[in-house]
């Protein structure tokens, strides 16, 4: 089945650690994202690509990193200068900014 | 700024009942307009799209609503059911861009 495939679903990461949250997909959707979103408030961006090989901050990139290297794979680093990661992080992609599909999203939480 | 904004930020009904969700936006220039809907712990799924022509559309016990003029869209949930607890959240499309607007949702809880 096509969809979208988020890893780890559950993430504890000690304070000074780098993890990386992997996102695949087999939609062959073009554009790709990933929100974060902490209870009670709305997905906010992190970063997004339109294509391969290139990406763009969203609202709140700072303390993360990103690459798309291949269209499938749009994988999440959260780095040390992240000071608060605790979060839910979604990854989606859509053809052209339209419909977004979402993964079941991964929960990181800093010890 | 594009900002979309909704209303009630949560509700609490009892099953069986009808309810309205309401969703305001400045978003320019506008291209489609969705509600998604979010179970607690997974990722949000598309309920409903809504273009700029269209002022209803129903998705079974779902009716979602669009007034360009105001710029107010309200999505309608008939009867509801147990499995209607969930976030549902409004998203403005923007013509020619990849970034669609979010609101924060509308938190339902659905009582026995």
């Known amino acids: 089945d096509g969809g979208i495939t988020q890893s780890p679903k559950y993430l504890f990461r000690k304070e000074g650690q780098n993890v990386t949250l992997s996102c695949e997909q087999n939609?062959?959707?073009?554009?790709m994202y990933w929100y974060r979103q902490d209870p009670g408030q709305g997905l906010r961006l992190i970063y997004y690509s339109q294509i391969v090989n290139d990406f763009q901050k969203g609202d709140i990139a700072e303390g993360y990193s990103v690459s798309r290297e291949k269209k499938e794979s749009f994988p999440l680093t959260v780095t040390s200068a992240q000071k608060n990661p605790t979060a839910f992080y979604l990854c989606?992609?859509?053809?052209?900014?339209?419909?977004?599909?979402f993964g079941e999203g991964s929960r990181l939480t800093v010890l | 700024k594009n900002q979309v904004e909704q209303s009630p930020q949560s509700l609490i009904i009892l099953e069986g009942k009808n309810c309205t969700l309401q969703?305001?936006?400045?978003?320019?220039?506008?291209?489609?307009l969705r509600w998604y809907k979010q179970d607690t712990g997974r990722g949000p799924v598309s309920l409903t799209i809504m273009t700029f022509s269209e002022n209803t559309k129903s998705n079974g016990r779902y009716t979602a609503t669009l007034d360009a003029d105001t710029k107010q869209s309200s999505l309608h949930i008939t009867a509801s059911q147990l499995s209607d607890s969930a976030s549902y959240i409004c998203v403005v499309e923007s013509g020619g861009s990849y970034i669609p607007t979010f609101g924060r949702g509308t938190s339902l809880i659905v009582h026995p």
């Open positions: 939609l062959n959707h073009d554009a």
């Open positions: 989606a992609s859509s053809i052209d900014g339209g419909e977004l599909f």
């Open positions: 969703c305001n936006y400045t978003v320019s220039p506008f291209s489609n």
